[in-house]
């Protein structure tokens, strides 16, 4: 069973470009959440899909957006990019609305590696 | 809101000794715990799930605690390797999120 597939793994943008990031969730999963990752402020979550529908949005600008589509596969935008936009970038899959998966969690992709120069 | 803090920051400690990290959260009322390990510029792996209703959960030399009530989650290392230094990273579930502690940066000396 493959995992989660998050592309591309590498990215380097300019100030002021806009960027999108894909996730493929687990097979059968219809949970994406995505997370930012940096060394200053940890994981901090953004927003959650479930069913093409957004669930939840962490305490980020309106720069930061997302869409599911019907096969469950996510995309993230972030448009306007700004230095302390650099971070990784991890998706979580699940099968259920996330964190209410009772007996498997939630499983990570490899991320994304964005970097804003 | 949900505040998860893990304790010690860094940890390093020769091959073979069994340790213990340690997790604490503020918010009692939580679906699940979970344990992750990250390797350098990596993402995230599950190591163990703890649901709320469960004491504790084994897998291979790994143990995780759970004592809801207290607010606290432990992670069990037993006889550890080289291969396990890593950034151990505690997550609670509760809304509509993950919840994620600083992380443990281990290091295992050969």
């Known amino acids: 069973k493959a995992g989660v597939t998050q592309t591309p793994r590498y990215l380097i943008k300019t100030r002021g470009q806009q960027v999108t990031l894909s996730c493929s969730p687990i097979?059968?999963?219809?949970?994406v959440s995505w997370y930012q990752q940096t060394p200053g402020q940890g994981l901090q979550f953004l927003f959650e899909?479930?069913?093409?529908?957004?669930?939840n949005k962490g305490n980020f600008p309106g720069r930061f957006s997302g869409r599911q589509f019907s096969n469950s596969r996510s995309e993230m935008n972030v448009s306007t990019l700004e230095l302390g936009d650099s971070a990784l970038y991890l998706c979580?899959?699940?099968?259920?609305?996330?964190?209410?998966?009772?007996?498997?969690?939630?499983?990570f992709g490899q991320g994304t590696r964005l970097t804003v120069v | 809101k949900q505040e998860v803090t893990q304790i010690p920051a860094a940890l390093s400690v020769p091959e073979g000794e069994n340790l213990v990290l340690n997790c604490s959260f503020t918010?009692?009322?939580?679906?699940?715990l979970q344990w992750f390990r990250q390797d350098p510029g990596k993402g995230l792996t599950s190591l163990l799930l703890?649901?709320?209703?469960?004491r504790e959960q084994t897998s291979g030399r790994l143990n995780a605690s759970l004592d809801k009530s207290s607010g606290r989650s432990t992670l069990y290392i037993a006889a550890s390797q080289p291969g396990d230094s890593a950034t151990y990273l505690c997550?609670?579930?509760?809304?509509?999120?993950?919840?994620f502690g600083t992380g443990t940066s281990l290091t295992v000396i050969p």
């Open positions: 979580a899959s699940s099968l259920t609305p996330h964190g209410r998966e009772l007996k498997r969690g939630a499983f």
């Open positions: 918010d009692s009322a939580i679906y699940n």
């Open positions: 097979s059968g999963h219809r949970s």
């Open positions: 703890i649901q709320s209703s469960q």
């Open positions: 899909y479930f069913s093409e529908t957004q669930r």
């Open positions: 997550a609670v579930s509760g809304g509509n999120q993950f919840y």
